[in-house]
């Protein structure tokens, strides 16, 4: 039972945003419902540091790579605990242990004949740091992601002999049956890297004369390894390759991406595992584009949105929550400091917030701040368990965090609905042990939602739980739930426990 996820390593020309957040957010949602599913995790991130652009921005900015890399990457790692990444080891490509971990497999492959030596001619675009032949580019001759004219470069080059597995790859990515499937998501894209590989595949250059930011390739030091083969390697040195038991969490369970870099993680890095006899991923899942305001997310063009900014202005857990939820896993998505606004309100402030605290209120006034004595009636938390047990599991599985929310959200609502009917507020002046049996049941409710809640908004569940008078810690209550989604006998709260007192958790935002 081990699972084992990643993110992409960001370059750290850039600084970190809400695109590289979603992913990041993503992934530790998923690390943390699997560890509340009893697996052991492995959840790697980190920084890509080497090439012809990191080696440029420190130009631009007057310092020794090295130099950017260390501020950059700190950045992204604050950036990380911030937002409470749960990550097992944050990796940087210019770590010793990683110099080691690609001289080894490069030389794996060099020993059996997989690399070789020629001329090579192509156009270098140092954004997507790739070579491109005249038909990838657009009218005007520019890379269609950044728009930008790709240098006619011509080295004598180490190749990689990517075309030996072509086959092999073609089929364990359309057969469902291979015992080493390779799954990509979603469907479509699926579908565009199956119709490339089709076309058929050219060997790759893996090696650059000119750039010495870089490592040394071991069998031919005047040449440094090509950054995205320095960079996929990480997913093994992050492991602890070629060292330990790093065998223990391959293969990969999922590799999470957008778009922009799946053919890299479905075609290249699979054929660098064939060639060096590692286990390739099981699931490859690229995510689509985040625009802001419908325009592509850059610091150059000041138009992004930082994961300090978004935490100042709704709250750490908030942050997470927001990220993940307002577009869906894999299309493309326009958000917005509008959109962003507008969700927090509905979700958390009007609807979960206001649960929580009209609950709270009026165990406060009528109760003295306890669960009020009386028989548990746990028919309103099954009702909301049932919204659960349909397809929280399925949708957390499948990386549907938006469908997951909205179970979460119809929850809520299925709770503030039943208060609008009981109108506890008219209890209270007429049946005291009604609103005694409503409150508790309300209670319940509110308990079972912190469990579904805890991988978004850790921080937020435990305080919901603890404010709730739930007894018992919330994780280990999860881990045993999260086996059978059975609402224990005795529900998650006991009479006479104490609550906590009524408090605005989510302010509304304007
Ligand atoms: O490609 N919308 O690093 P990178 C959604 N170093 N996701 C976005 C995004 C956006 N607007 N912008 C960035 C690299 N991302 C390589 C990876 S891995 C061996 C090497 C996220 O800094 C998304 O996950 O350009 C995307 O794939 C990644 O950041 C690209 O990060």
């Not at 990515?173 to 990509?184: C, M, S, V």
């Not at 979603?186 to 010495?212: Q, V």
Request: hydrophobic share 40%.
């Amino acid at each position: 039972m081990k699972f084992y996820i990643t993110t992409p390593i960001y370059y750290v020309n850039d600084i970190p945003h809400i695109g590289h957040s979603y992913t990041t957010v993503v992934a530790d949602i998923l690390a943390r419902w699997k560890r509340l599913n009893n697996y052991d995790v492995f959840f790697l991130t980190g920084t890509d540091e080497h090439g012809t652009k990191i080696a440029q921005a420190a130009k631009e900015k007057g310092v020794a790579p090295y130099e950017l890399c260390n501020q950059m990457s700190s950045k992204f790692k604050e950036a990380w605990q911030l937002l409470n990444i749960s990550y097992t080891n944050f990796i940087r490509t210019t770590d010793n242990k990683h110099f080691e971990s690609v001289e080894k497999i490069v030389q794996i492959l060099f020993d059996k004949g997989l690399i070789f030596k020629k001329k090579y001619e192509g156009f270098y675009c140092v954004g997507c740091e790739r070579f491109y032949v005249s038909k990838d580019l657009d009218e005007n001759g520019c890379c269609f992601l950044h728009k930008t004219k790709p240098v006619l470069q011509s080295e004598e080059n180490y190749f990689f002999r990517v075309s030996q597995f072509e086959g092999d790859l073609l089929e364990r990515i359309t057969n469902l049956n291979h015992k080493e499937h390779i799954q990509i998501l979603p469907e479509e894209r699926r579908n565009e890297i199956i119709g490339k590989l089709k076309l058929g595949l050219e060997d790759i250059s893996i090696s650059r004369t000119a750039i010495d930011w870089g490592i040394p390739l071991p069998f031919d030091k005047s040449q440094t390894v090509y950054v995205w083969i320095d960079a996929l390697i990480n997913y093994l040195t992050g492991i602890g390759f070629p060292k330990g038991e790093f065998k223990k969490y391959l293969p990969v369970d999922v590799h999470l991406m957008a778009k922009d870099i799946l053919w890299f993680h479905s075609v290249i890095w699979p054929a660098i595992l064939m060639g060096t006899d590692l286990d390739l991923p099981k699931k490859i899942y690229s995510h689509g584009f985040f625009t802001l305001n419908g325009n592509k997310m850059s610091k150059s063009l000041g138009n992004v949105i930082s994961p300090e900014e978004l935490v100042n202005k709704y709250g750490v857990d908030s942050a997470r929550y927001l990220t993940v939820t307002l577009i869906p896993f894999g299309p493309d998505g326009d958000i917005s400091w509008e959109s962003l606004t507008l969700k927090y309100n509905t979700d958390l402030a009007n609807n979960l917030g206001n649960l929580l605290s009209r609950t709270l209120k009026m165990a406060e006034k009528n109760f003295n701040n306890t669960i009020p004595q009386t028989i548990p009636d746990l028919s309103l938390v099954k009702q909301v368990g049932n919204i659960f047990k349909e397809n929280f599991a399925y949708n957390m599985d499948n990386i549907a965090l938006h469908k997951a929310a909205e179970n979460l959200q119809s929850a809520i609502t299925l709770v503030n609905q039943q208060i609008e009917r009981d109108a506890p507020w008219k209890l209270a002046k007429t049946d005291k042990e009604k609103l005694a049996v409503s409150v508790y049941s309300y209670l319940q409710a509110i308990d079972l939602i912190a469990i579904h809640l805890l991988c978004f908004m850790p921080e937020i569940a435990q305080k919901i739980w603890f404010l709730a008078g739930a007894s018992g810690d919330i994780q280990e209550i999860a881990k045993k739930y999260f086996n059978s989604f059975n609402i224990p006998d005795e529900g998650f709260s006991i009479v006479n426990a104490k609550l906590g007192n009524s408090e605005i958790l989510f302010p509304r935002i304007s």
